[in-house]
């Protein structure tokens, strides 16, 4: 089992910026590929960004694509989400995820381990 715990989400202007950071903690995580994942009220849950393994390939949505950056820090256990120039579209709960296989990590319902969520909100 993985339990993965976000942090860093709050209240934010337009045009700011927040780091989200994913902590796994009973297992390691370099074992996993690993996902952000938004959801904003009434709205599917959507895809964010993606990074496998040892970070050799890593995926955006094109609504964040030069905006946020994911990156991971296997020694530390811990997955980061930097997120710049936010706009008020970028308002959701923001979970991190965590799965063994390396591919369609776009995809959530591939995902084995999910966090609990963080909030962010930008207000215009």
């Known amino acids: 089992q993985v339990q993965l715990l976000e942090s860093g989400g709050g209240l934010v202007q337009a045009g700011g910026s927040l780091r989200l950071s994913c902590a796994a903690s009973?297992?390691?995580?370099?074992?996993?590929?690993m996902g952000w994942f938004r959801q904003a009220p009434g709205k599917e849950r959507e895809f964010v960004a993606g990074i496998t393994r040892s970070a050799g390939m890593i995926w955006y949505v094109d609504s964040v694509k030069g905006r946020f950056t994911i990156s991971r820090d296997n020694a530390k256990n811990t997955v980061y989400l930097q997120m710049n120039s936010l706009k008020s579209e970028d308002t959701a709960v923001y979970y991190c995820?965590?799965?063994?296989?390396?591919?369609?990590?776009?995809?959530?319902?591939?995902?084995?381990?999910w966090g609990q969520g963080t909030q962010v909100t930008v207000s215009s």
């Open positions: 995820a965590a799965k063994t296989a390396q591919l369609l990590l776009t995809t959530a319902s591939g995902y084995d381990y």
């Open positions: 009973g297992r390691t995580l370099s074992n996993y590929a």
